[in-house]
């Protein structure tokens, strides 16, 4: 029987054996969790309790600001690493498998 290494060796860009089965369950580890947190929410927000404190008008403000800012970095940050795998398989393609590199790369020069 190979040996993972031996395996992903013999054909070039292989999937070690059983990354299916890993990706099946960590995708169900994450709708379980998505689950339980969306239950506890529900619970906690269905049901009503005396408010202790004073919020001036500005504070929703903020928080919206915050909410909408968190949403456009991480589309942000998405498209970027989208980009980056897109370049990545273009470049091993072009290169006809060979490895890409890591990131841009950047040449510092020096004063002489």
């Not at 960590?26 to 202790?52: D, G, H, K, N």
């Not at 841009?104 to 020069?109: D, G, V």
Request: include cysteine; aromatic fraction near 8%.
């Amino acid at each position: 029987m190979k040996t993972r290494t031996e395996h992903s060796q013999t054909r070039p860009g292989a999937r070690p054996p059983g990354h299916m089965q890993l990706c099946h369950r960590l995708c169900m580890v994450l709708v379980r969790l998505s689950a339980a947190v969306a239950a506890l929410l529900l619970i906690l927000f269905s049901f009503e309790r005396p408010a202790q404190a004073y919020t001036d008008p500005g504070s929703g403000a903020l928080i919206w600001q915050m909410v909408a800012a968190g949403f456009v970095g991480a589309a942000f940050y998405f498209r970027r690493f989208m980009n980056w795998i897109k370049g990545r398989r273009a470049s091993k393609q072009h290169d006809g498998g060979e490895q890409a590199e890591d990131g841009p790369t950047r040449r510092h020069e020096t004063e002489s």
